[in-house]
């Protein structure tokens, strides 16, 4: 069974930073390209980036290229994504998100999602 | 960067009704579109993927179509359990651009 598992969210100041972590099970994680998507409290979803298999295909919403990094370590089944000058429009639950096909290094289908975890900006 | 468009925004229909959600690209995206249904305090399901194939476990009312800029989603019997919003998606690479979303409920 494929597991998908957020941590890392919090109360953060604008301008501050915070790194989430998904830790993902059951499945080929090196194999399959991975990708966060965010969600503002009561309002719909928001691709934000993809990463490949290998972590050398990378792309970004233009709402926060420039200030955030996807990254994945293989070895440790574990998805990344490095927020810095975080601002009020930031605030949101971020979900990881399995995409549905084998080496198929696309920023979608998304079969799997993890329960995901809060992040606030706010000072 | 691709934008999305969804339609109606919100919908009220009866339990047995068809519903029709549609869904348009500001340029063409091939059949790189999925449908996920969101219902309230829960994380997005996956309904359909390449505009019209049905995700494993889904049941069969509901159904996708088009190619290119325009995309539909229907439900051919709305169940109340179908109470969710729903969101197109494109995932023609490089951005996975999601739309605003058609919430839809029972009258």
């Known amino acids: 069974e494929v597991q998908l598992l957020e941590s890392g969210g919090g109360l953060v100041q604008p301008g501050g930073s915070l790194r989430l972590s998904c830790a993902a099970s059951?499945?080929?994680?090196?194999?399959?390209?991975m990708s966060w998507v965010r969600q503002a409290p009561g309002k719909g979803l928001e691709w934000v980036s993809n990463?490949?298999?290998?972590?050398?295909?990378?792309y970004y919403a233009d709402s926060v290229k420039g200030r955030f990094t996807i990254s994945r370590d293989n070895s440790k089944n574990t998805l990344y994504l490095q927020m810095n000058s975080l601002r009020a429009e930031d605030t949101a639950v971020y979900y990881c998100a399995k995409v549905l096909r084998f080496l198929e290094w696309l920023p979608g289908p998304f079969d799997s999602w993890g329960q995901g975890t809060l992040v606030t900006v706010s000072s | 960067d691709i934008q999305m468009t969804q339609s109606p925004s919100s919908l009220s229909a009866s339990v047995g009704d068809r519903v029709t959600i549609t869904c348009r690209a500001s340029q063409g995206i091939y059949n790189y579109l999925a449908w996920y249904q969101q219902k309230p305090g829960k994380v997005p399901k996956l309904l359909i993927y390449a505009a019209s194939s049905l995700q494993s476990g889904v049941p069969s009312r509901f159904s996708g179509s088009g190619s290119g800029t325009d995309f539909t989603l229907t439900i051919s019997s709305l169940q109340a359990e179908d109470v969710a919003t729903y969101y197109c998606?494109?995932?023609?690479?490089?951005?996975?651009?999601f739309g605003p979303g058609t919430k839809v409920d029972i009258k």
């Open positions: 059951g499945f080929t994680f090196s194999s399959y390209a």
């Open positions: 990463i490949g298999g290998s972590g050398d295909s990378t």
């Open positions: 998606q494109n995932y023609n690479r490089p951005s996975g651009t």
